[in-house]
């Protein structure tokens, strides 16, 4: 499993760092933005790390 820099969602409250992430994989392109965008890690993200 490949650590990334962070991504999240416009429509979530957390950020992706993982690419095994089943939640930050399906994130939808128009709602894909870089960074944190100031929210806290995935827990999905915090297993697999
Ligand atoms: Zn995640």
Redesign the pocket.
């Known amino acids: 499993m490949a650590k990334k820099s962070p991504w999240h969602s416009v429509k979530q409250s ?1 950020h ?1 760092n ?1 690419t095994s ?1 089943n ?2 994989n399906n994130i939808e392109k128009e709602n894909l933005r870089d960074g944190t965008g100031g929210k806290p890690l ?1 827990a ?2 915090a297993r697999l790390a």
Do not use: K, L, S
Request: proline share 0%; glycine share 12%; with cysteine.
């Open positions: 957390v992706h993982n992430c939640t930050g995935c999905e993200c």
